[in-house]
């Protein structure tokens, strides 16, 4: 019987599990770590996507009952953070706690244009028209300027896109919030809640972190300093450290 917490690390737009690979070799020598590819992205079929958060949060269930895992500990980043928000509150019972990694509960107008402007290019000129767009995103997600980091971030999500239908899922099913926003619901998470933020996060800032970490009973907010979105990449100790902590805690 394997008595280490397990943790579940879930990824964001246009990546893959690989996006986890700091994390996953220092992770597992105490948490048996389970990191995947999310619904139309790198291994992971389309199938019959329906455009919703829900949908991945029930991806997410049905993997878990495979494994067997009992209670998990989830550590999304992005959209893998409202991922498991959605996990949370419609899976109460498998969920030991939540770490919230650049994440947010809501979309603005603004993220709003971000994600149908990616729809429309992909509708009309297929993956091929989002390479720049990727590249320029994967930028963007970065404070340092470390160009081996940018540029294996970048490789990354290229790999990450292999079917245009994922990348428009994906899309579609972060748009879902901006009209169902998950702020309402989020007083129901009554497990123990961890919210990270990047200083100079400018995707998803400090400020949509303070959002999930007021609406979620007695969760913890950090904001780590002179970083971007990528902390997997940028702080990849600092973030180590508090994951680690954070769970062993509970």
Same mark, same amino acid.
């Given at each position: 019987m394997n008595e280490r917490p397990t943790a579940v690390l879930i990824h964001g737009l246009s990546e893959t599990r690989k996006v986890w690979r700091r994390q996953v070799s220092f992770l597992e020598p105490t948490f048996r770590v389970i990191s995947y590819d999310v619904r139309g992205f790198g291994d992971s079929p389309t199938g019959a996507a329906?455009?919703?958060?829900?949908?991945?949060?029930?991806?997410?269930?049905?993997?878990?009952?495979?494994?067997?895992?009992?209670?998990?500990?989830?550590? #999304?980043?992005?959209? *893998?953070? /409202?991922i498991s928000q959605r996990f949370a509150l419609d899976? $109460? #019972?498998?969920?030991? *706690?939540? /770490?919230?990694?650049?994440?947010?509960?809501?979309?603005? $107008?603004?993220?709003?244009?971000?994600?149908?402007?990616?729809?429309?290019?992909?509708?009309?000129?297929g993956l091929q028209s989002i390479v720049e767009t990727n590249n320029s995103d994967?930028?963007?997600?970065?404070?340092?300027?470390d160009e081996n980091l940018i540029e294996e971030y970048k490789e990354l999500r290229v790999a990450a896109v292999r079917d245009p239908a994922g990348y428009l899922n994906a899309c579609h099913a972060m748009l879902d919030i901006g009209e169902n926003p998950l702020t309402?619901?989020?007083?129901?998470?009554?497990?123990?809640?961890?919210?990270?933020?990047?200083?100079?996060?400018?995707?998803?800032?400090?400020?949509?972190s303070k959002m999930i970490a007021d609406a979620?009973?007695?969760?913890?907010?950090?904001i780590i300093e002179n970083v971007g979105h990528c902390m997997q990449f940028e702080a990849s100790d600092q973030l180590n450290k508090h994951i680690t902590s954070f769970i062993t805690s509970h």
């Open positions: 329906d455009g919703t958060v829900r949908q991945l949060a029930d991806d997410l269930a049905q993997l878990l009952s495979a494994f067997e895992t009992g209670p998990v500990w989830l550590v #999304g980043f992005s959209m *893998g953070g /409202v899976f $109460p #019972g498998q969920t030991k *706690g939540v /770490v919230l990694i650049a994440s947010s509960c809501a979309v603005g $107008p603004h993220g709003q244009k971000f994600f149908e402007h990616r729809i429309q290019q992909i509708e009309k000129g994967a930028r963007g997600c970065f404070y340092t300027e309402p619901e989020l007083n129901a998470i009554r497990c123990p809640a961890f919210i990270i933020a990047g200083e100079y996060d400018p995707y998803c800032p400090p400020k949509a979620i009973p007695n969760a913890k907010l950090s």
